[in-house]
């Protein structure tokens, strides 16, 4: 049985809810950042990442896959008539590619400083205006459709929803963009969705009640 490495709340729900969506088995072992440790008591970096960070995928003969665009995308190919990412080879292939490369590195990478409580102010203002013009271009996008390939629901889109989770610990209104507000409303709505945000959030008020 397949298990991904995850933090709640983290890039994680993206593999998470594409996991769910597949209604593959898979496990859940958890990391905790600040002892290294996951939940089955595995020394992360020795044993799954030595960078550190989630998610990862172990696969069901041992080996590890890391990066979230990677592991999406196998994924979704593990069970290709569900939809999730179009034919290998196809060009519609090569565009869900584009926007797995768009929303990691003009999103997730550009929102990462943001979570910084000491970022400098300047900074953030001008890392704000430059993100929202990334989110004005997903507005239009979406505005006439109802996910980032058009109909059909898409691992692309998992990885979006996930970034979108982040805006109101980054100080962004994702009401802004309307079109884009929608979508958010929209994909939240999905079951396997609901599941996945359901379950990390347990895991995360449980902490609290541990924590006091």
Known sequence: MMKLYMVPGACSLSPHIVLRELGLDFTLDR?????????????????????GYVPALRLDDGQVLTEGVAIVQYLADRKPEAGLAPAP??????????????????????????????????????????I????????????????LLGEAFSVADAYLFTILTWFPRVRLNVSNWPHLARYHDR??????????????????AADQKRNG
């Open 89 to 130: 080879g196809t060009m519609e292939r090569y565009r869900l590619v584009e926007w797995l490369n768009f929303v990691a590195t003009e999103l997730h990478k550009g929102l990462s400083p943001l979570f910084n409580p000491h970022f400098p102010e300047p900074l953030r203002a001008a890392a704000h205006e430059r």
């Open 132 to 147: 929202g013009g990334r989110l004005a271009h997903l507005d239009r996008h979406v505005e006439g459709g109802s996910y």
């Open 31 to 51: 990391l905790d950042p600040k002892s290294g440790q996951t939940s089955s008591g595995e020394e992360y970096r020795r044993t799954v990442n030595p960078l």
């Open 187 to 204: 994909v939240g709505a999905r079951p396997a969705v609901r599941e996945a945000l359901r379950v990390e959030a347990e895991m995360q």
